[in-house]
């Protein structure tokens, strides 16, 4: 089994930053690609960024390129979501989510609320 934890979610103006952690037990977490997702009030849940497993590659929706930012550090067994400049159209839960399958990412944590205020 798996579990993964987030943290860093709260209250920030439009403008404001965040950054989010997300910290995972899972055993083969070095070689497991990773991505964030968040889901909105009414809404379905989203992708907003993935890395693989050795952190070279990243991919962003386009709602966030340029102002979010996925990082990982293996030793720590942690991914991280840096995300700048936000807007209210940002506020979401936001889930980690580890080891991607062909029916979607096997494991998710529990989310951590975000809420941008104008």
């Known amino acids: 089994q798996a579990q993964l934890v987030e943290s860093g979610g709260g209250l920030v103006q439009a403008g404001g930053s965040l950054r989010l952690s997300c910290v995972v037990s899972?055993?083969?977490?070095?070689?497991?690609?990773m991505g964030w997702f968040r889901q909105a009030p009414g809404k379905e849940r989203e992708f907003v960024a993935s890395?693989?497993?050795?952190?070279?590659?990243?991919t962003y929706a386009d709602s966030v390129k340029g102002r979010f930012t996925i990082s990982r550090d293996n030793a720590k067994r942690t991914i991280y979501l840096q995300m700048n400049s936000l807007k209210p159209e940002d506020t979401a839960v936001y889930y980690c989510?580890?080891?991607?399958?062909?029916?979607?990412?096997?494991?998710w944590g529990q989310g951590t609320q975000v809420t941008v205020s104008s």
């Open positions: 989510a580890a080891r991607p399958t062909a029916y979607g990412y096997r494991y």
């Open positions: 890395i693989r497993w050795s952190g070279g590659s990243t």
């Open positions: 899972v055993r083969t977490f070095s070689s497991d690609d």
